[in-house]
């Protein structure tokens, strides 16, 4: 696979520093690039986590339980413990399923992030809860397309990729409905202060669990990206595809940071305009996305955490009436929701065209 010989002498808790290293294509290009990727990898999990704070504490705050500093608090450290709960199967998936590795190189890769960067910051301007995993995961396709057609793209991989974005928030739509019915029927008879105070407790666990499967999943994206630089730079052995605990630490502690930060103009779509929340309807859509999550993480299926927690905010919104979901902002969503990919694949396809422009 590699023009000249590879580097040995690896350790997978340790970069080891070297000057040069060979690539498939017999070119041998200087470390820096690899470092330069590892460090716009970690960048975007930190803008993961800012972007994406409103997914774990939206409907924790839109409830009033918590106060935000104390929600994204508790968001960040579980944010950060995610990852050691639920293992690193998605890692592999985006590290190695959706790019085929011979042509995962660092520029490939360094386009991605930044074409996922640059819609991620878009959409946080807006304040529109796009997916982060799908902005990545579009930016990944367009750069390897151009670099290397259809062939550098694995359609299997990508074909679970789209399909679970129309099925989580669905899912998550119809778990947290459910959930909210089941409640409403056997707690009619308890009078509303007592619910909400009861809830009130118990949506703080529920917003903690949610938090939890958020770090399991969208840490792991980072995890497989910073990986398959590794292994493009000849530090990891690409027939086993295993993450080092260094860059597990790494991606936890910049999404939990990330998260601390907190993206307030998505937390004020999330948990105020999409529709009025109870507690008790805050710890359905919370628990609803959770189990999505966790399922996802479990089975190493990259899934959008904003699309679960929206689709169980609509739903669960809907326990009181159609109406009381404001379908409007419901919609606009959603189009953020479909154009991700395409504009995401389309930033980092310029990307990597600059970068050839400049003999990158």
Not at 15 to 28: A, E, G, L, Q
Not at 39 to 49: C, E, H, K, S, T
Not at 208 to 215: D, I, K, N, Q, R
Not at 266 to 287: D, N, S, W
Request: one cysteine or more; charged letters at 10%; aromatic letters at 12%.
């Amino acid at each position: 696979m590699y023009g000249c010989s590879r580097y040995s002498g690896r350790h997978s808790s340790q970069i080891w520093i070297i000057v040069f290293f060979c690539r498939n294509d017999n070119k041998v290009e200087p470390i820096p690039l690899i470092i330069t990727g590892i460090i716009v990898a970690l960048f975007f999990d930190f803008v993961n986590g800012f972007h994406d704070a409103a997914n774990a504490i939206a409907t924790v705050v839109g409830t009033r339980v918590l106060k935000p500093i104390q929600a994204v608090g508790m968001a960040a450290l579980a944010n950060f413990i995610g990852p050691f709960v639920f293992g690193t199967a998605i890692a592999a998936t985006v590290g190695k399923g959706i790019i085929q590795p011979n042509f995962s190189t660092a520029e490939v890769i360094l386009a991605g992030l930044v074409g996922a960067i640059a819609w991620d910051l878009l959409t946080w301007y807006f304040g529109l809860p796009s997916s982060s995993s799908h902005a990545l995961i579009g930016g990944l396709i367009g750069s390897a397309l151009i670099f290397g057609g259809f062939e550098a793209i694995v359609f299997g991989g990508v074909q679970k990729v789209l399909t679970f974005l129309v099925v989580s928030p669905v899912l998550g739509f119809v778990i947290a409905l459910a959930f909210g019915i089941l409640l409403i029927y056997f707690l009619k008879k308890y009078q509303p202060g007592k619910i909400n105070r009861v809830f009130g407790k118990l949506q703080i666990a529920s917003s903690a669990f949610f938090s939890l499967t958020h770090g399991a999943n969208d840490g792991q994206k980072t995890m497989g990206v910073i990986t398959a630089l590794l292994i493009s730079g000849g530090f990891l052995d690409a027939e086993n595809f295993e993450v080092p605990i260094w860059v597990i630490l790494s991606a936890s502690i910049a999404i939990a940071f990330g998260t601390f930060l907190g993206g307030w103009r998505i937390v004020k779509t999330m948990a105020f305009r999409i529709t009025e929340l109870k507690p008790y309807q805050g710890f359905c859509a919370e628990t609803g996305g959770g189990v999505i999550l966790s399922a996802m993480a479990w089975l190493g299926i990259p899934v959008s955490t904003t699309h679960a927690i929206s689709g169980a905010i609509m739903g669960v919104g809907t326990t009181r009436r159609l109406s009381a979901v404001r379908w409007g902002i419901g919609k606009k969503i959603i189009y953020a929701w479909i154009i991700t990919i395409p504009a995401s694949a389309g930033i980092s396809a310029l990307v990597l065209l600059l970068f050839k422009l400049v003999g990158l």
